[in-house]
């Protein structure tokens, strides 16, 4: 913050009896966190927040296939339904995009064809929507029981709290397969029942 506070972008800063000189107009700093609220007021004031946009499933799509340029891929939107598994997040989709990577180059292949993918989906246990196993669990003890209190639920997983509500709930809650009521406390959306329905078939 010493370096920062200046009024001509040129400070000067005395460390273990050495001087540096910085010129901010030569400098650019940027941090890249989903999580803002850790950075000090004092810090994040001397920035400027860019806040981004979600990614269109097109450009999720365009990141599951970083790793596969060199590949022959059978069907163009097969790309498109793998990025629905990436969980709406390009680092997950990239994470994707490796471990097809990984199966293409052990199996030796240059095409990539839907039944890779179904083969690669069902040995890791991929849900639609990218529901994780936990996820899934979640989902399915609130089908049984109706709905549970966040204590509840977390001694039916065998979880702390902070984990099922940080770890699992939260994305549950974003893809809309969960809502907490005032009375009930965790209840399953219509959307997340017809999901349990479907991928259950």
């Not at 004092?42 to 365009?62: H, P, Y």
């Amino acid at each position: 913050l010493s370096i920062w506070n200046t009024d001509n972008y040129v400070n000067d800063f005395m460390y273990n009896n050495q001087l540096y000189s910085f010129d901010s107009r030569r400098i650019s700093w940027i941090a890249l966190t989903s999580e803002i609220n850790i950075l000090p007021e004092t810090l994040r004031s001397r920035m400027e927040v860019l806040q981004l946009e979600d990614l269109k499933l097109s450009e999720l799509a365009q990141i599951v296939g970083k790793k596969l340029r060199n590949i022959k891929i059978e069907n163009p939107n097969l790309l498109l339904k793998i990025a629905t598994y990436g969980r709406n997040n390009g680092r997950e989709c990239f994470k994707l995009s490796e471990k097809i990577s990984q199966y293409l180059n052990n199996e030796n292949k240059k095409c990539f064809e839907e039944k890779d993918w179904n083969y690669i989906r069902s040995k890791l246990g991929l849900r639609p929507d990218g529901i994780s196993n936990i996820e899934f669990r979640i989902m399915k003890y609130l089908r049984e029981h109706g709905h549970a209190s966040l204590s509840k639920l977390s001694a039916a997983l065998q979880l702390t709290n902070d984990s099922t509500r940080l770890g699992f709930e939260r994305y549950l809650l974003a893809r809309n397969y969960l809502s907490i009521l005032p009375q009930k406390g965790r209840c399953l959306t219509t959307k997340a029942i017809q999901y349990l329905t479907e991928v259950e078939e």
